[in-house]
């Protein structure tokens, strides 16, 4: 690591980050089991939305991170953002198996079936598919620079769709529900403040997990460049 990685208001900015994302975790459950009232159509499954929606965001987040390091890294070859892009399509996915998760839960309560062809889980299940292309390129296929090149493209192609995934409701008026608005419905207060706290508690677990990847992926980006280092060592000292 380098000396800014390691230092002590590095660490304790990470520690500070961590404590505040067990704290928020925390009241998000508080809030939203115990504080907020039960929906009256749905009943209790409804307090799925205080963890879907905000992992919704949070999988915006992580992807959206991945697609700037990717743009980064295609215009200056910067080995550090190029760490930033893994990082969040990495914890872009878990997000997004979040959603995957409790998204067909509160479907079956709503629709009837845990699945439809709904536009905007099409959309998010196609951004997830190409996030899932980019790791295994970037982690499992060869590391040379035309991979690197292509698993950026790949970053930045689900970033330029997540507008898409967004608006898909408004655009071809698929089943998902308007909740927030009120469109929709609107959110007595108490769900309110449960959602704008989970929401702020994915946030904070999204920019940790980031963070902590992002110096793992910067350690084994380290230990390749002296492996290949010392191969080419090794190699010239034969030919000597």
């Not at 790791?135 to 970033?159: D, I, V």
């Not at 449960?194 to 929401?199: E, I, Q, S, V």
Request: hydrophobic share 50%.
């Amino acid at each position: 690591m380098t000396q800014a990685e390691t230092s002590p208001k590095s660490q304790v900015g990470f520690a500070l980050l961590a404590a505040l994302t067990a704290l928020l975790l925390a009241l998000t459950l508080y809030w939203g089991f115990i504080v907020a009232p039960v929906e009256l159509q749905m009943g209790i499954v409804y307090k799925i939305f205080f963890f879907h929606a905000p992992s919704a965001y949070a999988m915006y987040l992580g992807f959206g991170l991945c697609a700037i390091g990717s743009a980064v890294y295609l215009s200056k070859q910067n080995d550090t953002w190029e760490a930033i892009a893994v990082a969040g399509a990495e914890v872009g996915l878990i997000f997004w198996m979040i959603v995957m998760i409790t998204g067909p839960l509160w479907g079956r309560k709503a629709w009837g079936t845990y699945w439809t062809w709904d536009p905007r889980l099409t959309t998010n299940l196609l951004i997830g598919m190409i996030y899932i292309a980019y790791l295994l390129l970037r982690n499992l296929g060869a590391t040379g620079e035309a991979e690197r090149r292509f698993a950026s493209g790949l970053g930045l192609l689900g970033g330029a769709l997540m507008p898409i995934i967004h608006y898909s409701v408004q655009l071809w008026r698929g089943q998902h529900p308007t909740v927030i608005t009120k469109k929709g419905g609107g959110l007595h207060p108490d769900m309110l403040m449960a959602l704008l706290l989970g929401c702020a508690a994915m946030t904070a677990l999204c920019v940790l997990l980031v963070w902590a990847r992002t110096r793992l992926e910067r350690d084994r980006q380290r230990v390749l460049t002296l492996e290949l280092d010392a191969a080419e060592l090794g190699l010239l000292e034969e030919q000597a």
